[in-house]
């Protein structure tokens, strides 16, 4: 059963409850009160028929007890409004009685003799009629009697049938109408939760775009835009995983690739050197290739491995360190080589880890030497602003085409696959270099014309005084 279902039926079943017992208490009230007025007007009749007929018995004491209760009771019947009388002597016999033959002789001499009070009950005649008995004691110059009133209660209880039967009718009918509102009322209620359920079955069918995008401020709406959230982040990871899995499969790929070229010139020339005798220009050539790519693959494999290193470490605790004592250590651990490296005087002190922002700076100065000829510049130009400083080193060497810039930190991304082999490289150098500006909170910034030169910059912060004095 769907939820609107359920929520319509949930109302109409309270609705139901509620109008039935508020039915019952209305129509309970208005019999009680009724039958209040009935007992007070029954009382009072009792109260003047059994003083009329006390008085005709005392106004003639000749005529026997039982002739006299006879005549004068035939007469106050004839006077009632109900003309149900009865009068029963001290010992429970009836003198005279025109109450009905259903109702039990049991019934009526019930209380007889009577008590000094005046006593009401309802009594049910054979024929199912109810009637409104009062009995009490008169005095009489014989002895004491009982004199009974009876009212017949028929027309109250009809009454009250006829009004419960049209209550339930109207409730029925009231029913009838809410069931109808409430079920159009609970489907526009339930009807954003049905986007929710389509939005998040759509969602683990893959269609991780997804929105509900409701609007209002109820908790529906904050629903939907939890959800929403929560489909956002969703798809985030999603993405991150997909862009994680390409990349682990392109790096997979570049790395075999790296690894199977190589090997197969090296088992090639190993196997030429292994099963003939060859002239010895060729066997010195084969030596010089094998020997060549064995270091280009120990050279791999130590950047790897270092990448790796860097890949697991914890951010390193950064300390004040002057760019001029990193700059000097950059310069004694370049080999010498043109074009040679402009480095500008700066005392600045900025937070790094010394060792590995001076790789972070070889690296990208040698792989600047690679791509800028001899008579090429190469400068490294330093930027202060009021909490950061920004390392930007120039080259004009041949750039890198705008549709590379995005893939160059990519391990083994290399934009002249042929030139960065004959140089020696593999192209984990830049892979390297991303990686160390990471972990200093920043990133590579890179710029490139082709033809032209590229810059690479990033943005170290600077050092506080308090940071000074402790170092």
């Known amino acids: ?189 339930v009807r954003p939760l049905e986007q929710l359920n389509t939005a998040s079955r759509e969602i683990a069918a893959g269609a991780y775009d997804r929105r509900t995008h409701l609007p209002g401020n109820d908790e529906i709406a904050g629903l939907s835009r939890s959800f929403d959230e929560m489909a956002a982040a969703v798809e985030d990871k999603v993405n991150a995983l997909e862009n994680h899995l390409q990349e682990r499969e392109d790096f997979i790929g570049a790395f075999t690739h790296e690894l199977k070229t190589p090997m197969t010139s090296m088992l090639g020339y190993a196997d030429l050197l292994r099963g003939t005798e060859v002239p010895p220009a060729t066997r010195q050539k084969a030596a010089d290739f094998i020997y060549h790519e064995s270091k280009r693959l120990e050279a791999l494999s130590g950047r790897l491995m270092e990448l790796m290193r860097l890949n697991d470490s914890e951010p390193p605790v950064l300390e004040p360190v002057r760019l001029n004592t990193v700059f000097r250590q950059l310069s004694r651990a370049l080999p010498d080589g043109e074009p040679p490296l402009t480095v500008p005087a700066c005392s600045v002190t900025v937070l790094a880890q010394p060792d590995l922002l001076c790789d972070l700076l070889y690296n990208l100065v040698q792989n600047a030497r690679h791509a800028t000829p001899p008579d090429g510049k190469i400068t490294l130009d330093v930027k202060e602003a009021e909490n950061t400083v920004t390392l930007t080193l120039r080259d004009t060497g041949c750039g890198i085409p705008a549709e590379d810039l995005p893939r160059i930190t990519e391990p083994f991304y290399m934009v002249d696959k042929s030139r960065a082999r004959q140089q020696g490289g593999s192209g984990m150098g830049l892979a390297l270099c991303e990686r160390i500006a990471v972990l200093h909170g920043t990133h590579l910034v890179f710029e490139s014309t082709p033809g032209t030169g590229t810059a690479v910059a990033f943005t170290l912060t600077k050092a506080k005084e308090d940071d000074h004095e402790t170092a």
């Open 1 to 189: 059963m769907k939820f609107g279902h359920k929520l319509t039926l949930a109302l109409l079943g309270v609705l139901a409850l509620v109008l039935s017992l508020s039915t019952v208490w209305t129509q309970e009230r208005q019999f009680d009160r009724a039958l209040a007025d009935m007992q007070q007007t029954a009382r009072e009749e009792w109260q003047r028929e059994s003083f009329a007929f006390q008085q005709g018995l005392r106004s003639d004491t000749e005529t026997p007890l039982d002739v006299r209760a006879w005549s004068y009771l035939g007469g106050l019947a004839r006077q009632s409004n109900s003309g149900l009388l009865a009068v029963y002597d001290e010992n429970g016999r009836s003198l005279a009685s025109t109450m009905p033959a259903t109702l039990a002789q049991g019934e009526l001499t019930q209380d007889v003799p009577g008590s000094e009070t005046l006593q009401s009950r309802i009594v049910t005649g054979t024929d199912g009629t109810r009637y409104l008995l009062y009995s009490g004691l008169i005095v009489c110059p014989e002895q004491c009697l009982t004199f009974v009133s009876a009212q017949s209660l028929n027309g109250l209880f009809a009454d009250r049938a006829l009004r419960l039967r049209d209550a339930v009718l109207g409730q029925t009918l009231a029913l009838a109408v809410a069931a109808l509102l409430a079920l159009l009322l609970c489907r526009r209620m």
